[in-house]
Structure formats: C-alpha cells, structure tokens
C-alpha cells in the first residue's frame, strides 16, 4: 500500500489542474508554482487561463478543454507531458453548481451538474492516470463537505460530491500497487465565483447558509483553501480538510445526514423551499452562474 508520512517537494514537478481559469484552480496554480512546480493550466475560458498562465510565466502552460470530453483531455494531458516531460499530479478541480431544486430544476441542470463534477472527475483521472503511474504520482480529487452534508438546493451537487469522495476511496484501493497516491479535498463554502454567484441570485440560500452551525456555516478565503491544497500535494494524505475542524464533521456524518437531524432539517425545510423556489422562479429560467461557463449548453 501507498502510504507516505514524508513529505514529496514540488520542485520540478509537473502538476496539471482543471477548472484553473478562476477562483480555488487558480489560487492553487499560484501556490504550486510558488513551490517550484510547473503547471498546466486546464478550462474552458481561455482568456482568463492565459492570464493566469502568464501571471505565473513561461515555463507553465494553459490548455482549453471540457472535463466532460474524453478526447480533449487525453490531448490536454499529452501535451503537458510533451511540454513537461511527464506528469507527476492531477488535480481534477472543475465543477459546478445550478440554482435549483430538483422540481423546478431542468433535466439538463441535473444531469450537466453530475456530468462536470463527478464524470468529468472521473474521466480527468483515466486520462492522467497513465502518466501519474509513471512516475508514482498523486491524484487529488475535489470533493466537498457536500459530500456529507444536506441543504435544500443542492441536490446534484451533493450527490455529485458524494460520488467524488467513493470513487477517490476506490481509485486509492485500484492504484496503490502501482505508487500512486490519491486525496479526496472537502471544503465547505469558499470565497468563490460560484459561491458568490449562488447567493447573489438566491437570498433564501444565503440566509439558510449563514444560520448553519460551526464550520458549515463559515465561510474560507480562497487562499486559506488553496493552501490547504498545496500542502495536499506535498504530503499526499488521503483527506484534505477546509477548514479542518470539517473533519469531525464528516467523522460524525451518520449524526448529521441521520433520521434525528433530518426532522430538524425537514422542518425548517418546510419553510424555507418554497422560499427558496421563489428566488429561483425570478431567475427567469437561468439555472447557472454567471460566472459558470462549464453549465452551459455546449460549453467546450
């Protein structure tokens, strides 16, 4: 089994991140370049990629591509290993959340949020997986507290989350002879595009957010997180949490997800979904972000 206690220095490693063009995928880009890696960039908006690949300067590169296309991802993860020599990590980061409930949400919203966030992590780490085992490298997959917790509105995203974390349980159990480590990270709510996005265009969500207990409640700077992370791709633990006190949290997830705290949960429910569907029905039929290009129709 691959197990490390040491810690691995990124120091001429080759990391390769998806959803890179803002927010925790940026950050962590910075942060591992900062430590010596190279880095290939990898989304789908190729302005804001090129921008950040020019921040960190010209020994990294950027690649435009959908998590969700099998092919454009064999092409992103071979040209970073013609640019780079090889691959020593992945960090399958890209996703997305819609603003709906499962009533008033499209077929669409619903299966694009699974497809981005659990098939596209998935197919993220096949097409990378080869090159990883080459050098016995570390795969880190970007879960959520999500994966362990319930809020109305979060449907897809959560069983999306939760499908995240089981596979990287799997994935582990699959590559371990081969040297290949694999994390799964579990940040609650970041200070992000999409976050902010979710509760400019929901008020009812953010009230609901803001009254949560403890760590499920706060909210974390994207910097705190992406360090989080980096230190992820030196140590290479099995969990990452953001902030850590989120560990007792999904340690103790029978007492959170349970018959008990469901009623709670449910009662409040009953008046906070209908509040909730109302903000969504003044959308206008917008199911996405502003800033989430990956949800939309076509989107490559």
């Known amino acids: 089994m691959a197990f490390r206690t040491s810690r691995t220095s990124l120091t001429g490693k080759s990391v390769l991140i998806t959803g890179a063009a803002r927010g925790i995928g940026a950050a962590l880009a910075r942060k591992a370049a900062a430590r010596g890696a190279r880095v290939a960039l990898v989304g789908l908006e190729p302005d804001q990629l090129a921008r950040v690949a020019d921040e960190l300067g010209p020994e990294h590169l950027w690649v435009e591509a959908d998590v969700t296309d099998p092919e454009a991802l064999k092409a992103a993860v071979q040209r970073t290993v013609d640019t780079f020599g090889g691959l020593d990590v992945v960090v399958a980061n890209a996703g997305i959340a819609p603003l709906t409930t499962v009533m008033t949400s499209s077929a669409h919203a619903l299966a694009r949020t699974i497809e981005v966030n659990l098939t596209g992590t998935m197919l993220t780490a096949h097409a990378a997986l080869p090159e990883i085992a080459e050098r016995k490298g570390h795969v880190l997959l970007i879960s959520s507290a999500g994966a362990f917790t319930v809020l109305p509105g979060m449907s897809a995203y959560c069983a999306s989350k939760a499908g995240v974390e089981r596979f990287g349980d799997v994935l582990r159990l ?11 990270a579990h940040p609650t709510w970041i200070d992000t595009d999409m976050v902010r996005d979710t509760e400019a265009a929901l008020p009812t969500f953010k009230a609901v957010r803001s009254q949560l207990p403890g760590p499920l409640g706060a909210f974390t700077s994207v910097e705190t997180c992406a360090e989080a992370l980096v230190e992820n791709l030196e140590t290479r633990g099995r969990r990452v949490f953001v902030p850590r006190s989120v560990g ?7 007492l959170v997800t349970g018959a008990i705290a469901e009623k709670l949960v449910m009662r409040a429910a009953a008046t906070q979904v209908p509040q909730l569907e109302r903000d969504i029905a003044a959308l206008d039929g917008r199911e996405f972000g502003t800033n989430s290009v990956g949800g939309r129709k076509g989107a490559a």
């Open 174 to 184: 699959e590559v371990a002879h081969r040297g290949v480590t694999v994390a799964s």
């Open 248 to 254: 007792t949290v999904a340690a103790l997830r029978q």
